[in-house]
């Protein structure tokens, strides 16, 4: 199974700073098809997940733009441009590029100082 | 407007049964793999099974193999998941999802409680 490992678990942010979580994997998640199915999900408070981010860097309809995704192999980051009120959550990163099992990380809160 | 709405949770004796259901809209939902994602109180998000688009092929996690069997009902938009021997670390809400499908959806959950 490819365990896919973030850091750190917990953020706490400055309104207006900047703000980055890292996730590694077990092995190299670049799939058979050339594709890397690396995606990142916020929930907030009480919510359902919501997909942020699919295939490392693509952003979903409706994402703000401060929200981006880069990474490659086994190294992938999500990084908030400058932090929001409504960025208050926990962020986790997903791959489906060696399945079964899909796996998820461990979750990284992030809240306002 | 794409919507999942998940049912058919509550709370069960351990070893008792649930099946879930999720119905789908505003999609063509032949179309997706669809898969079940759980989260325990308080605890991260776990995969718990999938389900091929024409429902011909089904994967479970190693925790939930042989007592959880996936369905799918293309004709009517349900998935389902049949739950059997459950266990308190079965204790979660239960999400539908395609977590790779070309558009975000996550239904609201349903609560599943297994506990005497």
């Known amino acids: 199974d490819v365990v896919m490992t973030q850091s750190p678990l917990s953020l706490p942010v400055t309104l207006g700073q900047p703000a980055s979580i890292s996730c590694r994997s077990s092995?190299?998640?670049?799939?058979?098809?050339?594709?890397?199915?690396l995606n990142w999900f916020q929930q907030r408070p009480g919510q359902s997940p919501r997909r942020l981010i699919y295939?490392?860097?693509n952003r979903d309809s409706g994402v703000p733009d401060r929200f981006s995704g880069s990474g490659s192999g086994t190294d992938f980051t999500l990084k908030i441009s400058r932090v929001e009120a409504e960025d208050v959550g926990i962020y986790y990163c997903?791959?489906?590029?060696?399945?079964?099992?899909?796996?998820f990380g461990q979750g990284t809160k992030v809240e306002i100082k | 407007e794409v919507q999942l709405v998940e049912s058919g949770g509550g709370l069960v004796q351990p070893g008792g049964s649930l099946r879930l259901s999720c119905a789908a809209s505003?999609?063509?939902?032949?179309?997706?793999?669809m898969h079940w994602v759980r989260q325990a109180p308080g605890k991260g998000l776990v995969w718990v099974s999938h389900?091929?688009?024409?429902?011909?092929?089904?994967t479970y996690a190693d925790s939930v193999k042989g007592r959880f069997t996936i369905s799918r009902d293309n004709a009517k938009n349900m998935l389902y998941l049949q739950m059997n021997s459950l266990r308190a670390e079965d204790t979660a809400v239960y999400y539908c999802?395609?977590?790779?499908?070309?558009?975000?959806?996550w239904g609201q959950g349903t609560l599943v409680t297994v506990s005497s």
């Open positions: 999802t395609d977590p790779f499908a070309d558009v975000d959806f």
């Open positions: 505003g999609f063509t939902f032949s179309h997706y793999w």
């Open positions: 389900i091929n688009s024409d429902g011909s092929d089904t």
């Open positions: 092995q190299s998640l670049v799939g058979s098809d050339g594709n890397t199915y």
């Open positions: 295939k490392v860097s």
């Open positions: 997903m791959q489906g590029s060696h399945w079964p099992p899909w796996t």
